[in-house]
């Protein structure tokens, strides 16, 4: 998937020492549910992770590629894949910290969206992310997302703290064509 800026190719191995550069800003892996992937083992790990998802048919894993600089720059995911209901959920999105506020994390959702509603044929896309994160909450909302609610101390995080999720959806009607 290309978009004006950066292109969605599909996840690799080879993709962790770019990765690497752009993740040690340790400001990005706040709101991370698992341990923060600012080391080649961890990096590594989540990677693989992501991979075998993908082998047992839940997620679609992407690497964010900028193409002016010729590198990866982050990653996000298609997940909770359901063919039968038509419904996936968008995440597992991270994107180094000298790329925020540039526009390339709408530009990625935007490709993901259109992805999923032509290519995939989705009825709804989720999406998530801790309550507390209010950035995440208004970037998620400017994507046209409608709050479905607040899951209530739903998850732990790798650093113990008892996070409530805030859930977003977009059905394919709803969506605009961007």
């Known amino acids: 998937m290309q978009g004006a800026t950066v292109a969605l190719v599909p996840l690799s191995v080879e993709h962790v020492s770019d990765f ?8 990005l892996w706040t709101w991370w549910l698992r341990k923060p992937p600012v080391d ?3 990096m590594q790990a989540e990677v693989e992770l ?19 600089r010729k590198e990866y720059i982050g990653s996000t995911s298609l997940l909770h ?19 925020h506020g540039t526009g390339i994390n ?7 969206l259109a ?7 989705m009825n709804r896309v989720a999406l998530q992310t801790d309550a507390l994160n209010l ?23 790798w650093n113990g703290r ?13 969506w605009k064509k961007i």
């Open 106 to 112: 709408q530009e990625c959702k935007n490709l993901l």
């Open 81 to 99: 894949v359901d063919q039968v209901h038509r419904s996936l959920e968008i995440g597992a999105t991270w994107i180094g910290s000298a790329f």
């Open 162 to 174: 008892v996070r409530s999720s805030a859930f977003y959806s977009i059905l394919r009607r709803e």
């Open 20 to 27: 690497l550069r752009h993740s040690n800003d340790h400001t």
């Open 135 to 157: 950035r995440s909450r208004r970037a998620i909302e400017k994507l046209g997302a409608k709050l479905d609610g607040i899951h209530r101390e739903d998850k732990i995080a």
């Open 50 to 68: 992501a991979l075998a998802q993908q082998n047992k048919g839940v997620r679609i894993p992407f690497s964010v590629f900028h193409p002016a």
């Open 40 to 42: 080649a083992e961890t």
């Open 115 to 121: 992805h999923s509603f032509i290519e995939l044929k």
